[in-house]
């Protein structure tokens, strides 16, 4: 069989593709050229109250940016869905982009759905105002979708994660499967290429997506739990308490990550325990948090209040120690109701994650008290005589989303970068698991024969990062209009 | 840049829009704005928040931002177009020619800059003087201001200054280039009314001093009585009426002009014998205005057919010159017709007394250093021996300008701080030492607080609804959901607002509607006592009208009492029956509001009452301008809290003001004073308000 090429049929479109991004790189150096020159030419207002569209130079150097802007990404779309028409005869790309048929589905049904609604949804909605917050969802969109479907179903993958196929060692992108029997049902190529051990890094990727996917967000709504139930008293009360917390905040943020990262991986540390009683500590804090919370509010109607925490309380406290309880740890002594065990890297990752991440969060809430504590509704709830913790959570709290919103989406991206490091140091997970930091990391020991396996691990941690960070851009753009 | 000579008007804005324009589309936010000033000339605009005027004052500066512009008509400075400059030119003119004065003093200044070297910038980068002119007329120009020591204040930093200081450092640096044209905008909303008076009268001599023109934009009609020649009315983004001071006060010809006169508690003014007449409905919107007159559906005068159709003219008044009026039944209405009593109610006999201060102090120790506890510890007396009485159904209002220890008086009261000495009781009950989290919520319920900000007062995240319903479950009110749900809409009902608001967010509402449902939350358990925090000071005139009469009426049902804290003496002449000046954290005097507002008084009522300004023609004020601020209450004066700006000292033998703290001593019948003034001084005391003979 022949190995596959990039475009396939479709390769006429690169053409294209190459004519309007230089034209766009040309009408964006003009553009900026031309702006330390030309004065602004007055803006033409019509009767009817439109703006009339900017003429002379620069108006046309506008219009050229934008049109080859436009270019590039109608070629983009043109790839994508004659890929997903063609599959391998469009090339790789086309049968990457047909493997990925279900992600770009779910994304224009979520798409059109929020388009069509964006005015009733709040935050949420206006983020499909802003152009750079619509690219950023799309591409976290992106990898939640294919981690969900990779998860569930396994439908994207197009060999298992572990699968070795010994004649396709470090063979090239879109090489044709080789030394197997054709009738076993193995897919025909290897879309990205084979690694060192002769895997598939398309199918890794894809399979590396469903951890990183599971981790980052879990582990940033820990350090969020973390940091809010610590810093809200923090802001809210001052003084001593504050000066103490803060200490400890500042403890944690001077100590070197890595190194810390090395002791709670090390065997001798997780022998004592460390970890596993960090767990112990921190997964505390949710069951912390909701407790309060549903107290805080529903104390005056008992007949709520009771149910609620009982039930809330109860799942929550179960969770907990199902977590915290493993076999072979110092924890260990549940027996029987134990429901699920969580490996043992895994919990030590989230950890050193949640760890590391909340003294942050903690600075942020802290800050954002200290500033609503002065409202005037604050000083309402405190004189019809609320209790301090529902003005905290319940007062203060509801107005500082804002900020803590677009950290938080801010703070998936550090996290994913945290894991991206830890995998690639061997930190914590297994060294076979495909997640982005560990194949990264083995396939930069080849880097200069064989790109391949690092740079698609790496494409892809940096544009679901990229993402975030375009999301969270979006949202404070947003949040901040109106 | 040469200063041109120019004779003709300076500034000549010509049937002006501006718009802005957002997601939304186009929101119009000025439309056919004329207005001209002529050399030495200060023009008030005045109006209603959204109503354009500040607007206006960006456009003439030429900084609408990326989203405004000029929709039509012009506007010349000197004879030349603003439209058609350049950028450079504009910069030119800007700081040089024309200069601009903001609300917020702080934020006009560099607080990283000394304010000398801020001072000599204007004329260094204008006209490139030397660094040693510069700072001779800096020196000069500070001394203009009335600043006292020039050389200090040009060696210090912004934040060492106090607010009215820095205000007038602004205007110092508007000064420097020797502008011909000062655009104002709120300069004094941000200060307090004693230094108010203080910047107002300077900005009047300044004004003659250098034969400067103004436009003195504000929403307070006594301040453009007392600073400007001619005045322009605007409302929803239109002049209504524009003509000089005397014309537009004493035959206004507008509708909306006449309502927003009857809204506004003038000497005279009386809740129970003549109450204020509220503007009715809402502020239209930029994008819902009506056809025709925007001022229609709130208009008394309103004729259907003829007032909502197509567009309304400005109109000469006849006999008056450059007069106009924006109304087409001009000459149908009857001006001159007495004011239409909104209905008149008995006075409401004060009861029995449901709240007693005794001898209340308020300490607050200072540390240095939080953790470690500093050696030195400061103590600041923010109320020093406190002692009053309210009783049911009595208004009693509490005046003072910030820092004189209002709001820790509200705090010791609500039980957000336990007082350092002293008894209060509530209704028999002693609260002084009973923090609110020790307080039943009976006793919670019963004493409630009204908050100032309109927009600070609600929990933006919560519907108005779930608020109200809070408060209910927080005081115990009702056995379930259903009920208290219920008692919530009855609650809205009592304050006028529909009962569909229940659902809604705070930020759908407008700062009156707001400050209602703050009011329906206070009254949801009951209250007996509401300490009303300056409730009404943020709103706007009509609305504050509305806003007041609501509290008087629930009042009045309810035989509340009220502690109404305020530094508006107007407002406060109108609604309180008694009233308790403070300064420093001491009550310097308290009586009936009749024996408060005549002689004798003391002497910082004194100043308080000639500072506030007057939207009334026919007063005669005696003027008396303090000097300086006020003492810091961290390092109080010795002797008497006013003797270092009281105007009287000199007539009190021995310096005893300054060494003893004057005793509270009985004038007559309730009436106490904390003065060292003999009893024939006092007694030759004038009025500061004098209603001239009609």
Not at chain 1, 4 to 20: D, E, H, Q, R
Not at chain 1, 249 to 263: K, M, Q, R, T
Not at chain 2, 176 to 184: E, Q, T
Request: net charge negative.
């Amino acid at each position: 069989m022949e190995p596959l090429t990039w475009t396939g049929i479709l390769s006429p479109l690169n053409y294209a593709l190459l004519l309007a991004t230089l034209v766009l790189a040309v009408g964006v150096v003009t553009q900026l050229i031309t702006a330390l020159f030309a004065t602004d030419e007055p803006l033409v207002v019509n009767r009817d109250g439109t703006l009339a569209a900017q003429g002379g130079f620069r108006g046309l150097t506008n219009e050229i940016v934008r049109w080859s802007f436009l270019a590039i990404v109608g070629v983009i779309v043109a790839y994508i869905v004659g890929g997903v028409i063609l599959g391998r005869d469009a090339g790789i790309l086309g049968a990457v982009s047909q493997r990925f048929l279900p992600v770009w589905i779910a994304l224009i049904v979520t798409f059109s759905l929020s388009m069509t609604f964006k005015r009733n949804l709040g935050l949420y909605g206006k983020l499909f105002d802003s152009p750079v917050g619509m690219i950023g969802f799309g591409l976290v969109m992106f990898w939640v979708f294919t981690a969900a479907f990779e998860g569930f179903f396994g439908i994207i993958s197009t060999h298992e994660a572990l699968e070795q196929l010994v004649r396709m060692k470090n063979e090239a992108p879109g090489s044709p499967v080789e030394g197997v029997d054709p009738d076993a049902g193995y897919y025909s190529h290897y879309l990205l290429g084979g690694d060192n051990l002769a895997r598939d890094v398309f199918s890794r990727m894809v399979s590396g997506s469903v951890i990183v996917i599971l981790i980052a967000p879990f582990a940033t709504i820990f350090a969020f739990m973390v940091g809010i139930t610590l810093g809200l008293p923090a802001g809210y009360y001052g003084g001593r308490l504050d000066t103490i917390l803060s200490f400890f905040a500042n403890l944690i943020l001077a100590f070197p990550v890595i190194l810390l990262f090395y002791l709670l991986v090390t065997p001798e540390i997780r022998q004592t325990g460390i970890p596993t009683y960090m767990a112990a500590v921190l997964f505390l804090f949710p069951i912390i948090f909701f407790g309060i919370l549903i107290h805080s509010k529903f104390r005056t109607r008992p007949e709520i209040n009771t149910p609620l925490l009982v039930g809330v309380l109860g799942v929550l406290s179960i969770v907990y120690l199902s977590t915290i309880n493993q076999e072979g740890t110092p924890i260990d002594f549940l027996g029987f109701i134990d429901l699920f065990d969580i490996a043992g890297g895994i919990l030590t990752v989230f950890v050193s994650v949640v760890f590391v991440n909340s003294p942050t969060v903690f600075r942020i809430v802290r800050g954002l008290a200290l500033d609503i504590k002065t409202r005037d509704y604050v000083a309402a709830a405190q004189t019809r005589g609320e209790g301090p913790f529902y003005i905290m959570l319940w007062e203060i709290l509801p107005n500082a989303r804002g900020p803590l919103i677009v950290d938080f989406c801010l703070r998936i991206g550090y996290t994913t970068i945290l894991l991206g490091t830890l995998g690639f140091f061997g930190l914590g997970l297994p060294p076979e698991s495909p997640d982005w930091g560990a194949t990264i990391n083995e396939g930069r020991k080849l880097l200069s024969v064989y790109p391949h396996p690092a740079i698609v691990p790496a494409v892809a941690l940096l544009s679901l990062v990229l993402g975030l960070n375009l999301l969270a851009d979006g949202l404070r753009e947003q949040s901040l209009k109106d | 840049m040469e200063k041109l000579d120019y004779d003709g008007p300076i500034l000549e804005i010509e049937k002006l829009s501006i718009s802005f324009f957002t997601r939304a589309g186009e929101i119009p936010a000025v439309m056919d704005f004329s207005a001209k000033v002529m050399p030495g000339e200060a023009l008030g605009l005045v109006g209603e928040s959204g109503c354009g005027k500040s607007t206006v004052a960006l456009g003439v500066m030429q900084d609408l931002g990326v989203n405004g512009r000029v929709v039509g008509g012009s506007i010349k400075f000197k004879g030349r177009d603003l439209g058609k400059m350049s950028q450079s030119e504009l910069r030119d003119l800007r700081g040089s020619e024309i200069a601009m004065i903001y609300q917020e003093p702080m934020a006009s200044l560099n607080p990283a800059m000394k304010i000398g070297k801020q001072l000599m910038e204007v004329p260094m980068i204008h006209e490139g003087t030397s660094a040693e002119e510069a700072r001779k007329l800096a020196l000069e120009v500070v001394e203009a201001v009335r600043l006292p020591d020039p050389p200090r204040i040009l060696e210090a930093f912004p934040h060492q200054l106090s607010g009215g200081q820095q205000q007038r450092i602004v205007i110092a640096m508007a000064l420097m280039s020797k502008p011909s044209l000062l655009i104002l905008d709120e300069p004094t909303t941000a200060l307090d009314v004693t230094v108010e008076a203080g910047i107002v009268d300077l900005v009047k001599d300044l004004g003659r001093q250098f034969g400067t023109s103004m436009l003195f934009i504000s929403h307070n009609l006594g301040l453009v009585l007392e600073t400007c020649d001619r005045l322009c009315v605007m409302y929803s983004g239109e002049a209504v009426e524009r003509g000089s001071i005397a014309e537009v006060f004493d035959q206004m010809r507008h509708p909306y002009t006449e309502a927003l006169f009857r809204s506004i508690p003038l000497p005279g003014a009386d809740k129970n014998a003549r109450p204020l007449v509220a503007i009715r409905g809402n502020f239209p919107l930029p994008h819902e205005r009506p056809p025709g007159c925007n001022f229609g559906p709130r208009c008394d005068y309103f004729e259907d057919g003829r007032c909502n159709q197509g567009y309304i003219p400005m109109s000469p008044i006849d006999g008056n010159e450059r007069h106009e009026s924006r109304c087409l039944r001009i000459t149908e209405i009857d001006w001159d017709a007495p004011i239409v009593a909104a209905d008149s109610t008995a006075k409401v006999e004060a009861g029995d007394v449901v709240l007693k201060v005794d001898d209340m102090k308020k300490y607050y120790e200072v540390a240095a250093n939080a953790m470690f506890g500093g050696a030195e510890k400061r103590v600041v007396k923010a109320n020093e021996t406190i002692t009053f009485e309210a009783r049911e159904s009595e208004t009693l209002a509490i005046v003072g300008e910030s820092g004189c220890g209002k709001s820790t008086l509200a705090k010791v009261l609500m039980g957000l701080e336990t007082a350092t000495d002293g008894n209060v009781t509530m209704l028999n009950k002693a609260i002084d030492q009973v923090p609110i989290e020790d307080r039943s919520p009976k006793d919670v319920a019963t004493l409630q607080m009204v908050f100032q900000n309109p927009f600070d007062t609600l929990n933006p995240s919560m519907t108005v609804g779930a608020q109200i319903v809070r408060a209910l479950e927080v005081f115990g009110v009702g056995e379930n959901q259903s009920q208290r749900r219920q008692r919530m809409l009855e609650l809205l009902d009592l304050v006028k607002l529909p009962r569909a608001f229940a659902g809604r967010m705070p930020r759908q509402l407008s700062g009156g509607q707001k400050q209602r449902v703050g009011i329906a939350r206070a009254f949801a358990g009951a209250a007996q006592i509401v300490v009303a925090d300056e409730p009404v000071s943020a709103l706007d005139v009509s609305v504050q009208a509305a806003v007041t009469d609501l509290l008087m009426e629930i009042q009045r049902e309810n035989k509340t009492t009220l502690l109404f804290i305020s530094h508006d003496l107007s407002i406060v002449r109108y609604l309180s029956d008694r009233v308790m000046v403070m300064y420093l954290g001491h009550v310097v005097e308290v009586g009936d509001t009749e024996q408060v507002f005549s002689p004798p008084y003391h002497p910082y009522t004194e100043a308080l009452l000639s500072a506030v300004p007057i939207a009334d023609t026919s007063v005669e004020k005696k003027r008396i301008v303090l000097d300086g601020d006020i003492p810091s209450a961290m390092n109080p004066p010795s002797g008497c809290p006013f003797q270092t700006r009281c105007k009287h000292k000199e007539n009190v033998e021995g310096g005893l003001c300054e060494r003893e703290v004057p005793p509270m001593r009985t004038l007559d019948d309730g009436h106490q004073i904390k003065c060292h003034l003999s009893d024939k001084w006092l007694s030759e005391m004038e009025p500061v308000i004098k209603i001239a003979a009609e």
